[in-house]
């Protein structure tokens, strides 16, 4: 059925935003659109060989002590279509290292905007997955002071794009402007596992809703949202006929019991995050705090916040950022194997790893510095150190069974720009 | 003496180097002067319309840009520039469009009647357009 789903999706929403594109765009005059773009060439490097270091599970390689530009390197391109005052398109297009296919993965935005009044709009067909304050703009580094957005809290959501709709309505309130927002779709993610490093397909509808209030110089968000994946995890299908073999209940009794926990397919995730950002031209500061409830131990309840204190110094920016992640995973007793056969005892720690081996217990602390040395340009250098703790590197690349360091720094220096 | 001529000659030049700026619309707009507040949420695309209810088409000028989002917001252009990296390429909303100089934005706003855009005070005399507000 699932096979059938995604590209359902695809023929349902995004195709024909594509027809409807190419016919509109065939009328539209040369003064209605723009190209606009932004970019990073960051590179990044750890001092441990252990365990990899990126920005999430939708990205393939990670770094170590061998350094690397993946994690944060990418360019990306925007296209604009005004057709009228009330109706326009959007596409966007990022060239960087994201798991699957690399066309249509990396097609961040492709979206028509109607402004159905003065203050409310309504968009269809793929949008930017807004769950926390940044979750929207993550790839574009020129907008925040950080080298990436806070690894903890969003490295937990890898999701980054949805195919639906939306709807935001603007309030003015008080000198301030709040404005709602709810949206529905479908997300079509390819996504590493973790452990693993396999390549897989993350379908999940999702909805979700959040409410933002500005006020001169404040901005803060309330947000829900909930996802459901109706795929298995890799080698699903595989584990399950292993766990399910009469040989193996008979050397490891029960173990037929866990197949439910190899998957998340239709588990329930919400998340649920408040945060504020305050920016008064000289001191910036922003916070948010999250709990995501979750019934897949391979995807366990967490919780994760993180606060940025920064001051400008005319073009010289000083931050510093304290990031804490901390999941409430429940060990699951694996049977142990009754004969003493090396098959057996291997799929026992297979299992073991696969279902208890999710955590994340992580803390860091950053100091950085972004240099804004043109309009459009900004270079950064940040050190970030992080302590990790038992069963808790979820959000590092692992290789193997190689034993995760309690301890890591990590060092990046990028370019950002915008044109 | 010296000094006193040499810091005249000084003042003289700082006081041409920031220019006083209109805010202006079509002249068949029939909205009020804006206050400052207003025109900060029109540039920064926190209001879509003028307070009368027409759809504000917003034009920038890279002739008077700087100086006009330092005078408007107190903040230099490169953090205008990162605010509206966050807006515009996370899909929101789209920044005011641009023209070069007082001349194309003239030209633009006589053709519009939402349009609202802002051009160097002294060539807004004698012109078939509505200042809303001046910045100073």
């Known amino acids: ?68 530009i993946a994690p944060d390197s990418r360019f990306g391109l925007q296209l604009d279509v005004n057709f009228n005052e009330t109706l326009q398109m959007t596409t966007q297009w990022i060239a960087r290292n994201h798991a699957g296919d690399f066309f249509e993965q990396n097609l961040e935005l492709a979206f028509m905007r109607w402004h159905a009044s003065n203050s409310l709009n309504i968009r269809a067909g793929r949008m930017g997955t807004d769950v926390f304050l940044a979750s929207d703009y993550r790839n574009i580094s020129y907008a925040y002071p950080w080298m990436r957005p806070p690894h903890e809290f969003y490295g937990t959501i890898p999701v980054y794009h949805y195919d639906g709709i939306d709807l935001i309505k603007r309030y003015a309130i008080y000198n301030g402007y709040l404005t709602a927002k709810i949206f529905a779709g479908f997300s079509s993610n390819q996504l590493i596992s973790n452990p693993g490093n396999k390549l897989f397909d993350f379908n999940a509808p999702i909805v979700g809703g959040n409410l933002t209030y500005e006020h001169r110089y404040w901005r803060t968000k309330l947000s829900y949202v909930f996802v459901h994946p109706v795929t298995d995890t890799p080698g699903f299908d595989a584990g399950s006929k292993i766990l399910n073999n009469t040989l193996v209940n008979l050397a490891l009794p029960g173990i037929n019991k866990l197949t439910p926990y190899l998957t998340t397919k239709n588990t329930n995730m919400h998340f649920i995050s408040l945060g504020g950002a305050y920016d008064n031209g000289v001191w910036l500061a922003q916070a948010e705090a999250a709990y995501l409830h979750s019934d897949s131990p391979l995807f366990p309840a967490q919780t994760s916040a993180y606060l ?5 110094f005319d073009t010289i920016t000083l931050y510093t950022l304290l990031g ?35 955590g994340i217990n992580e803390q860091s602390i950053s100091l950085g510095v ?50 | 003496m010296k000094n006193f001529i040499l810091g005249c000659f000084l003042f003289c030049l700082a006081s041409q180097a920031i220019a006083e700026i209109a805010v202006i619309t079509n002249v068949q707009n029939n909205q009020v002067p804006l206050t400052r507040l207003q025109v900060q949420d029109i540039f920064m695309g926190r209001m879509r319309a003028f307070p009368n209810g027409q759809f504000a088409t917003t034009y920038d000028q890279t002739t008077l840009r700087d100086d006009f989002y330092q005078q408007l917001t107190q903040r230099p252009i490169a953090q205008i520039n990162a605010y509206w990296a966050r807006l515009m390429f996370s899909g929101q909303t789209s920044p005011p469009i641009k023209l070069t100089d007082d001349q194309s934005v003239i030209k633009a706003i006589q053709e519009n009647i939402g349009a609202i855009g802002y051009i160097n005070k002294k060539n807004a005399s004698h012109q078939a357009i509505r200042i809303l507000f001046i910045l100073k």
Not at chain 1, 308 to 312: C, D, E, L, V, Y
Not at chain 1, 379 to 405: E, R, V, Y
């Open chain 1, 1 to 68: 059925m699932q096979q059938y789903l995604t590209p359902l999706i695809k023929k349902a929403i995004l195709y024909p935003f594509i027809s409807c594109f190419l016919c509109l765009v065939h009328t539209v005059q040369a003064s209605e659109w723009s190209i606009k773009g932004f970019g990073s060439l960051s590179i990044v490097g750890t001092d441990t060989n252990a365990i990899g270091f990126y920005r999430d599970r939708s990205q393939t390689k990670s770094v170590t002590n061998a350094w690397g």
């Open chain 1, 308 to 312: 940025s204190i920064g001051r400008r």
């Open chain 1, 324 to 358: 804490i992640a901390h999941s409430f995973a429940n060990y699951i007793d694996v049977p142990e194997a009754r004969l003493p056969n090396p098959e057996f005892q291997q799929i026992h720690e297979l299992v073991d790893t696969f279902i208890n081996q999710n």
């Open chain 1, 370 to 419: 972004r240099w804004d040395v043109y309009t459009n340009i900004a270079i950064k250098a940040q050190w970030s150190h992080f302590w990790i703790g038992k069963n808790g590197a979820q959000l590092w690349q692992k290789f193997g069974t190689t034993p995760t360091p309690n301890k890591v720094n990590v060092w990046s220096f990028g370019f950002d720009f915008i044109f």
